[in-house]
């Protein structure tokens, strides 16, 4: 079926990736859902809203250091590369993510539309400043905003807030606009990202899933390729440049 997409997406010219926390599982980071997601070992209204922000944001921000560490000791994998070497075969190729675990940037991927924030920024929980990359914060001293002396907070989407607007904006144009939409490693069950490979096959791009579990977009997609994105995002690749050099 591989073989049959590559040269599907020979063809187009704008391709557009979704990916969720299925592309960093095999760097080690936990996914959100399944047996060993994040969601079942502690509860997100718990910890990633607002309220639990105000009401404890010591532990709040325990959490997400214990996540920072995480993340500081894993490395991207083959699927965030080949998600780089996939931009070569498109005039317009738009890479979209809802992890904020930076794994993209880090692979090479310059220009990431991140849905969800990024975890390694801070900004103020009053007045939004991004105040610095890769603070270190202290949960039992949290350092206070340089312009209104609000409590710093992860710069990431937690429940019940908005998705930052240019992003998602951004996001559904260029899927709309793609011949040839990826989806890769998310349950694709959390809105509005979940909509985009929607939006995408509704004004004509064909719909492509890797994911090694059925999700809710299968039945929808026009390929579902069971497995994993570190080994067949390579693939792909491969025989895309296979197909370049036989032109
Ligand atoms: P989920 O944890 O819901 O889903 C991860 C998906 O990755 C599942 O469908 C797995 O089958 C798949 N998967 C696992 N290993 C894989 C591999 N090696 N290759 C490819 N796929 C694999 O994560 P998301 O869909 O990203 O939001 O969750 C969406 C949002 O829910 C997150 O961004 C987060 C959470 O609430 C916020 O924090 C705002």
Known sequence: MLEEIANIAKNCRRAAVLTGAGISAESGVPTFRGKEGLWGKFRAEELA??????????????????????????????GHYALVELGR???????IT?????????????????????????????????VAETVEIDPDNIPACPSCGGKLRPD???????????????????SEASDIFF???????????????????????????????????T???????????????PELVNLLDQLSAGD
């Open 98 to 130: 809802q992890n904020v675990d930076n794994l993209h940037r880090l692979a090479g991927s310059t220009e990431v539309l991140e849905l969800h924030g990024n975890i390694l920024r801070n900004k103020c929980v009053r007045c939004n400043r991004v």
């Open 156 to 174: 990431v989407v937690w429940y019940g807030e908005m998705l930052p607007e240019g992003v998602i904006h951004e996001a559904f144009r260029k």
């Open 89 to 95: 075969f498109f005039d317009d190729y738009t890479l």
């Open 49 to 78: 809203t607002m309220d639990a922000f105000m009401a404890n944001p010591k532990i709040v921000w325990e959490w997400y250091n214990w996540r920072r560490e995480l993340i500081g000791e894993v490395e991207p994998n083959r």
């Open 183 to 217: 989806s890769v490693g998310t349950s694709a069950i959390v809105h509005p990202a979940a909509s985009l490979p929607l939006s995408a096959k509704r004004s004509g791009a064909v719909l492509v899933e890797i994911n090694p579990e059925r999700t809710p977009l």
């Open 219 to 233: 039945d929808i997609a026009d390929y579902y390729v069971a497995g994993k994105s570190g080994e067949l995002l």
